[in-house]
């Protein structure tokens, strides 16, 4: 059914109707008359890749944003969301992509900010937490409400935004990306939540790139592609293939192993390296692990959340220190450099929090992009600025950056193409080994294939690729070997020709039958 030719006309009761939405941002026509609805008591999913409007038309929908044309109709009425304050009036909330909350403060100050409850003598701190640990408990997240939220994990991070968007009780709940920090476990608890709220009549609008896995969730279905609404279905009518024929044509796929062309020398070596847990000293997030990587080879890691693949990229690129063990660039021992030096030497690291860890945000896209490499243009006191323009020009255009140009706020770029920012200041470095954890954390299919084309260039030229995913699709893309890790160590090796079931099982992931 396309939406292009005919209104949503389910069967549900429709609880929220957007009708001609368009929003201009000078020249640029974000959303350009979308239809869109919500149906009562029922998951309906937004598709599109990084850029298509999905993110635009939620913040019109939860008063973020204004529409330049359009209208909201809610219960059958016209109403005017001016503000969040007017969309939480309403009873719609929203769980934005990238976290929005305070560091410093406590789970429960974060969950309770600007909606603090009130005692006899102030803030009643005490059914604030009571609440918070009501909410924890529900998610089956055990967070001490006193916590401070920078000593929390991404994932944990990403169950307090959710917490919080719950306390709201609202009657629409608006979740962009809300699994891609989290463990497998997590999800699943997320999922019973959400089939909670559907029982108690709360609708929910679910934006994911993890195509299989909003499939398993949704109610409807509705593709945006180019801020134009291009398909809409309901649950019984659509599958993977007619999600990404819709998202971004026919003929897709994440690409394959590079070929034609001989590996290297071993680029990287780890020996028996071992990383000690943080929240326990006493036991180690990676074991004893060993591992060699030639030149243009590129190794996939897989694991479940706990498995170390973090720890064990952190303490190879310097951010955690080793309790055993060495890593070997180019047969040299660099296990006592610093970071910077590490980099120097050839040897990076593209975390998996690109908005706490690889950005500035108060930077540009140029000087995010030159940030790394800043000492190849800069003698003594002096910056070479043509040397950087130069170096940032050669960036946006081999990491295929879409941009209005190095001066642009890199806020102003979608989630697929900041990770490029991320990709391509590393890769301005000229490295020999790059280490890449969850590349495609929180980017679309169309973004993924791209970065992993990037990874298959530079391997073509020599580039030794370490890059971990929590998708086993992923595995079956460019990887020349697969390696599965569980509990610090390394469980299994695999070819290219590995089956998903052989890399869930290696996990200890069940196999669904």
């Given at each position: 059914?396309n939406a292009?030719?005919q209104?949503q006309?389910?069967?549900?009761?429709?609880?929220?109707?957007?009708r001609?939405?368009?929003k201009?941002?000078?020249?640029v026509?974000?959303?350009?008359?979308v239809h869109?609805?919500?149906?009562?008591?029922?998951v309906t999913?937004?598709?599109?890749?990084?850029?298509?409007?999905?993110?635009?038309?939620?913040?019109?929908?939860?008063?973020?944003?204004?529409?330049t044309?359009?209208?909201?109709?809610?219960?059958?009425?016209?109403?005017?969301?001016?503000?969040?304050?007017e969309?939480?009036?309403?009873?719609?909330s929203?769980?934005?992509q990238?976290?929005?909350?305070?560091?410093n403060l406590?789970?429960?100050?974060?969950?309770?900010?600007?909606?603090?409850l009130?005692g006899?003598t102030g803030i009643?701190?005490?059914?604030e937490?009571?609440?918070?640990?009501?909410?924890?408990?529900?998610?089956?997240?055990?967070?001490?409400?006193r916590?401070p939220?920078?000593?929390?994990?991404?994932?944990?991070q990403?169950i307090v935004?959710i917490?919080?968007?719950?306390?709201a009780n609202?009657?629409i709940?608006?979740m962009d990306?809300?699994t891609?920090?989290?463990?497998?476990?997590?999800?699943?608890?997320?999922?019973?939540?959400?089939?909670d709220?559907?029982?108690?009549?709360v609708?929910?609008?679910?934006?994911?790139?993890?195509?299989?896995?909003?499939?398993?969730?949704?109610?409807?279905?509705v593709?945006?592609?180019?801020g134009?609404?291009?398909?809409?279905?309901?649950r019984?009518?659509i599958?993977?293939e007619?999600?990404?024929?819709n998202?971004?044509?026919?003929?897709?796929?994440l690409g394959?192993?590079p070929?034609?062309?001989v590996?290297?020398?071993?680029?990287?070596?780890?020996r028996?390296?071992?990383?000690?847990?943080a929240?326990?000293?006493?036991?180690?997030?990676?074991?004893?692990?060993?591992?060699?990587?030639?030149?243009?080879?590129?190794?996939?890691?897989?694991?479940?959340?706990?498995?170390?693949?973090?720890?064990?990229?952190?303490?190879?690129?310097?951010?955690?220190?080793?309790?055993?063990?060495?890593v070997l660039l180019?047969?040299?021992?660099v296990s006592r450099?610093?970071?910077?030096?590490?980099?120097?030497?050839?040897?990076v690291?593209v975390?998996?929090d690109?908005?706490?860890?690889?950005?500035?945000?108060?930077?540009?896209?140029?000087e995010n992009?030159?940030?790394?490499s800043?000492?190849?243009?800069?003698r003594?006191l002096?910056?070479?600025?043509?040397r950087e323009?130069?170096v940032?020009?050669?960036?946006?255009r081999n990491?295929?950056?879409?941009?209005?140009?190095?001066g642009?706020?890199?806020?102003?770029?979608?989630?697929?193409?900041?990770?490029?920012?991320?990709?391509?200041k590393?890769l301005?470095?000229?490295?020999?080994?790059?280490?890449?954890d969850?590349?495609?954390r929180g980017?679309?299919?169309?973004?993924?294939?791209?970065?992993?084309?990037?990874?298959?260039?530079?391997?073509?030229q020599?580039?030794?690729?370490v890059?971990?995913t929590?998708?086993?699709g992923?595995c079956?893309s460019?990887a020349?070997?697969v390696?599965v890790?569980?509990?610090?160590?390394?469980?299994?090796?695999?070819?290219?020709d590995?089956s998903?079931?052989e890399?869930m099982?290696a996990?200890?992931?069940?196999v669904a039958?």
């Open positions: 059914m292009t030719l209104e006309d389910g069967t549900d009761e429709v609880i929220l109707s957007a001609h939405i368009a201009s941002f000078g020249n026509h974000a959303l350009k008359s869109f609805d919500i149906h009562r008591g029922q999913t937004l598709f599109g890749e990084n850029g298509a409007g999905k993110s635009t038309l939620m913040k019109i929908l939860s008063g973020v944003l204004q529409p044309s359009g209208e909201i109709h809610l219960d059958g009425r016209p109403v005017s969301v001016a503000s969040t304050t969309a939480q009036r309403l009873g719609i929203i769980i934005h990238e976290l929005s909350l305070a560091p406590s789970v429960r100050d974060n969950i309770f900010m600007g909606r603090e009130g006899p009643d701190y005490a059914e937490e009571r609440q918070t640990r009501l909410l924890m408990e529900e998610l089956d997240e055990p967070i001490d409400p916590t939220v920078e000593e929390l994990r991404l994932g944990q990403q935004e917490a919080r968007a719950l306390s609202s009657r709940l608006i990306e809300p891609s920090a989290l463990s497998a476990s997590e999800v699943e608890v997320l999922f019973r939540v959400i089939r709220l559907k029982s108690r009549g609708s929910i609008v679910y934006i994911s790139h993890h195509l299989e896995e909003a499939l398993t969730i949704t109610d409807h279905a593709v945006l592609r180019d134009t609404m291009t398909a809409y279905a309901p019984r009518d599958d993977l007619w999600i990404v024929t998202m971004v044509g026919e003929g897709f796929d394959a192993p070929s034609g062309y590996m290297g020398e071993v680029a990287l070596s780890l028996e390296v071992s990383v000690p847990d929240t326990l000293p006493e036991r180690s997030a990676v074991d004893r692990l060993s591992l060699d990587v030639k030149a243009g080879e590129i190794v996939c890691i897989y694991g479940l959340m706990g498995a170390g693949r973090t720890e064990l990229l952190e303490s190879v690129a310097g951010r955690l220190p080793l309790s055993g063990g060495s180019q047969g040299r021992d450099l610093g970071i910077a030096e590490r980099i120097e030497q050839g040897l690291l975390p998996e690109r908005q706490r860890d690889g950005l500035v945000q108060t930077m540009s896209v140029g992009l030159s940030l790394a800043i000492g190849s243009f800069t003594r002096f910056t070479s600025r043509r323009q130069s940032v020009e050669e960036s946006i990491v295929h950056i879409k941009t209005d140009g190095g642009a706020e890199i806020g102003s770029l979608s989630g697929g193409n900041q990770q490029k920012v991320v990709i391509g590393m301005a470095t000229h490295p020999d080994v790059v280490l890449l969850e590349p495609s980017i679309d299919i169309g973004a993924k294939a791209e970065v992993f084309r990037l990874l298959s260039e530079g391997a073509r020599g580039l030794a690729v890059f971990t929590s998708e086993v992923e079956l460019i020349h070997r390696v890790m569980s509990r610090g160590r390394i469980a299994a090796e695999f070819g290219a590995v998903k079931a890399i099982a996990s200890g992931e069940a039958a």
